[in-house]
Nanobody, 117 residues
């Protein structure tokens, strides 16, 4: 079994910054991809950014230049540095990890990010 836990959400004014962290633990030999997604109430969950074990990154157009994803593979940890935050970034942010080999994906429970104008 694999557990995924996010932290670092909170309330911030527009233009401010937050850093999210996500740690995966349990029966993990190696992770293939780690990533962040976000979801507003009543809407579909959307990709924010992903990073592979090799360090390749992918970002949603709406966050390019403002958010930076990074990881510590030895600690099965992924980070999301969010700068120049906008009110439209307000969402619940979820961490997703994909195991190498099996391809099984696991989600965290989410962390709320609220940006006030």
């Amino acid at each position: 079994q694999v557990q995924v836990a996010e932290s670092g959400g909170g309330l911030v004014q527009a233009g401010g910054s937050l850093r999210l962290s996500c740690v995966a633990s349990g029966d993990i030999f190696m992770l293939n991809t780690m990533g962040w997604y976000r979801q507003a109430l009543g809407k579909q969950r959307q990709l924010v950014a992903t990073i592979t074990a090799g360090g390749a990154t992918n970002y949603a157009d709406s966050v390019k230049g403002r958010f930076t994803i990074s990881s510590d593979n030895a600690k099965n940890t992924v980070y999301l540095q969010m700068d120049s935050l906008k009110p439209e970034d307000t969402d619940v942010y979820y961490c997703r990890v994909v195991l190498a080999g099996t391809g099984y994906a696991y989600w965290g429970r989410g962390t709320q990010v609220t940006v006030t104008s």
